[in-house]
């Protein structure tokens, strides 16, 4: 046999409606957070691959660029260098003609001052 309720265990249709909405919005709440984190999780992870996907590119790009400024650099030192060793070449050849001039101008030296 059921026993009766006492005055406290009475629960009012207003206060049960109260509970029951209480404990949906607690469940709403935990579902929507659920959906929202879920759904923010999808959404970073959806940015952070962009970004990174933009940084690539424009790494790559700068890198194009770079290597194509090195490679102009590398020519121009390249062309730097042989002209520097033409000229050293240059340089040597007048020095080996100055000499030999030296010494042509010594024996005219040494030949007209026997003349003399």
Do not use: C
């Not at 249709?13 to 999780?41: F, M, N, S, T, V």
């Not at 690539?56 to 060793?85: G, H, P, T």
């Amino acid at each position: 046999m059921k026993r009766p309720l006492s005055k406290t265990q009475y629960i009012t249709e207003a206060r049960l409606g109260e509970i029951l909405d209480q404990k949906l919005d607690e469940k709403l709440d935990e579902k929507l957070d659920k959906k929202l984190d879920e759904k923010l999780d999808q959404k970073l992870a959806e940015f952070f691959g962009k970004m990174v996907a933009y940084f690539d590119k424009q790494f790559e790009e700068r890198n194009k660029k770079l290597d194509k400024d090195i490679e102009v650099l590398s020519r121009m030192a390249d062309a730097a260098e042989k002209r520097i060793e033409r000229v050293d070449h240059e340089s040597v050849a007048l020095g080996a003609q100055v000499d030999r001039h030296e010494v042509w101008l010594q024996r005219v030296t040494d030949t007209a001052s026997r003349s003399i």
